[in-house]
């Protein structure tokens, strides 16, 4: 295996350790000689993997005390965030930031998309309503994210704005993952799809305004059925 391909990977075995709450911020991460033996690899390769996660901004080195773990609103990896925000322990915090981020950006790509939606891509919202509404009669979790995420996907495409759809793409593992967790539950699901009834009704009338604020209320609704149902469960 290349010197760059064995680097890589300890340096994911050591983000995976990070990620899984082994060495949480501020801590202290083991030495050379000790990652050098856990991964068994050479001390060359160890430095070098944790140089890949200085540079990321995930770890800091303090001459004479150490390398810690940065918090992970200093990482400037969107992989590494995207990993924590699916695999890590405060999971919490990270499924209400999600939520504020959706809401930041597809609040304004509802409100673009209401006056620049086709006739198809209408269609294609209601094919994905009435999936929704048929997975949650057969209490089909899966088949009810995959329309849901269907359902939003169609509205960034449709905004026109080719820097959303973007945006979003590698966010999708993320969602589909926390989506799955909520969609459990049969109070959200109903409550997702009338707000996505909401939002449909909206973009048919072409009703920028409208679009917006209902993309919003289903933002919130969001956030509070999170909290109602999983957080404080």
């Keep these: 295996m290349a010197r760059k391909s064995l680097v890589g990977v300890v340096a994911d075995e050591l983000l995976d350790r990070i ?3 082994e060495f949480p911020p501020g801590t202290v991460v083991p030495g050379e000689l000790e990652l050098s033996a856990k991964h068994e690899v050479s001390r060359m390769t160890v430095r070098e993997a944790m140089k890949t996660l200085e540079a990321q901004r995930i770890l800091s080195v303090e001459r004479g005390r150490g390398t810690f773990v ?3 609103n200093r990482w400037a990896s969107l992989e590494a965030v995207l990993r924590a925000a699916s695999e890590g322990k405060n999971d919490a915090a ?11 950006l597809e609040t304004g790509a509802c409100e673009l998309a209401a006056s620049r939606v086709s006739p198809e891509e209408i269609d294609q919202l ?7 509404q048929k997975a ?7 088949a009810f994210v995959e329309a849901d995420l269907g359902f939003h996907d169609v509205i960034l495409h449709a905004s026109g704005n080719v820097f959303v759809a973007v945006l979003f793409e590698p966010l999708h593992r993320v969602l589909e993952t926390r989506r799955t967790q909520t969609s459990q539950i049969p109070d959200i699901q109903r409550h997702a799809i009338g707000h996505h009834r909401a939002i449909l009704k909206a973009l048919e009338a072409g009703d920028s305004p409208r679009a917006r604020e209902a993309m919003d209320a289903h933002m919130q609704q969001t956030l509070d ?3 109602t149902y999983v957080l404080e469960a």
């Excluded at 209601?126 to 929704?132: G, H, P």
């Excluded at 949650?136 to 899966?142: E, F």
């Design 136 to 142: 949650h009669d057969s209490n089909d979790v899966g």
């Design 70 to 72: 940065n918090p992970l």
């Design 225 to 227: 059925d999170l909290r």
């Design 19 to 21: 990620v899984a709450g």
């Design 126 to 132: 209601q094919v994905y309503l009435s999936a929704m």
């Design 94 to 104: 990270a499924s209400v930031q999600l939520i504020e981020l959706r809401r930041m």
